[in-house]
């Protein structure tokens, strides 16, 4: 079956850096557009990046953008999120997302990210 597993998350302080990871099983993982969503309570879910299925495009929130960085690795089936100088407004669970011609897509379960200040 699909799965997305995120983690990495954790508590940091402002300033710091993080690294969320999600393994990705029971599809085609290179032939989905993956994405890392966040979301605090009682606000939509927000789209924080995404990358094509092969890796060569990216886009950020320009709240995130020259800190946040996301990557993937199609060989082992992972997608990843270099967060840095994180700040308290980035304390969210953060979802990792997989979509193809937006007909398909599966979720993470989330990891919870907390930037003390």
């Known amino acids: 079956q699909v799965q997305l597993v995120e983690s990495g998350g954790g508590l940091v302080q402002t300033g710091g850096s993080l690294r969320l990871s999600c393994a990705a099983s029971g599809f085609t993982f290179s032939m989905y557009t993956m994405s890392w969503y966040r979301q605090v309570p009682g606000k939509e879910r927000e789209l924080v990046a995404v990358?094509?299925?092969?890796?060569?495009?990216?886009n950020y929130a320009d709240s995130v953008k020259g800190r946040f960085a996301i990557s993937r690795d199609n060989a082992k089936n992972t997608v990843a999120l270099q967060m840095n100088s994180l700040r308290p407004e980035d304390t969210a669970v953060y979802y990792c997302?997989?979509?193809?011609?937006?007909?398909?897509?599966?979720w993470g379960q989330g990891t919870q990210v907390t930037v003390s200040s």
């Open positions: 997302k997989a979509a193809r011609q937006r007909v398909y897509s599966y």
């Open positions: 990358i094509s299925s092969g890796g060569g495009s990216t």
